[in-house]
């Protein structure tokens, strides 16, 4: 019976060892797939590092081929513009006598010099043409300051004197000799009516016209310019109309 019961124990023993060495194997085979997959993935990192580092130097290679490549043009033009420079320096240096001094203009030739050529002469009738306008409006200012004989009316005909000296060129510069004014010619100006009119009837409508307009807001400068007049008879108007002019 003892006998029995040790036997027992030993089988019961073995089962376990053999249970434990069993454990242990089929750990160690689990280990042993695990390093498996790792070594594959190890390898196939390493090929495709291998594979991306032999892209980089394809690729390096290719680019040190470009960059040889545009230092020997860069050299090329650097070398093309240097002779272009050494070519044009040295034709003036060429053409440049010895001693180093700048070679001396050549005098021009008698046939190239051209003869002053003389300005036309200009016609009586186109220099009356050009002072019947003059005439007109020195003949417009005469009348006004006949029409009204006060302070303002004697400035605007000392201005309107001084103003037809200077339009007939009575006074000269200092540096050139006075010469007479020419006479116009005493044929009728285009611009007058065929039927004068009265100057109390003229400078009514001119007052009018020109009270008008300043009350429209214009200066003097755009009354004179719209109605055709000098500016003293505009200021003269507007002052005897008592109102100031809009400066």
């Known amino acids: ?92 240096q060429a053409d440049a006598p010895p001693d180093g001094r700048p070679p001396a203009p050549a005098p021009p030739d008698a046939g190239d010099q051209e003869a002053p050529q003389p300005q036309p002469e200009r016609a009586p009738e186109v220099e009356a043409a050009q002072q019947k306008p003059k005439r007109g409006r020195r003949s417009r200012a005469g009348a006004g300051s006949t029409a009204v004989p006060s302070g303002p009316a004697a400035g605007s005909q000392q201005a309107g004197g001084s103003r037809q000296a200077a339009d007939s060129g009575q006074f000269a510069s200092p540096g050139q000799p006075s010469q007479p004014a020419e006479a116009p010619p005493a044929e009728p100006s285009p611009a007058e009516p065929a039927r004068p009119q009265a100057p109390a009837d003229r400078y009514g409508d001119l007052r009018q ?38 400066r």
């Open 1 to 92: 019976m003892e006998t029995f019961l040790y036997l027992v124990l030993a089988l019961a023993a073995v089962g376990a060892l053999a249970y434990a060495v069993y454990q242990v194997t089929v750990r160690q085979q689990r280990m042993l797939a695990e390093i498996t997959r790792l070594e594959r993935l190890t390898a196939e990192v390493i090929m495709s590092a291998e594979a991306l580092l032999d892209e980089i130097d394809q690729r390096m290679a290719r680019l040190n081929d470009l960059a040889a490549q545009l230092e020997i043009r860069a050299v090329a033009e650097v070398q093309a513009k240097a002779r272009s420079r050494a070519k044009s320096g040295t034709q003036p």
């Open 209 to 246: 016209a020109v009270w008008r307009l300043a009350d429209e807001g214009k200066s003097p400068v755009e009354i004179a310019e719209a109605l055709g007049v000098p500016r003293g008879e505009v200021l003269l108007l507007l002052n005897l109309r008592g109102k100031k002019a809009p």
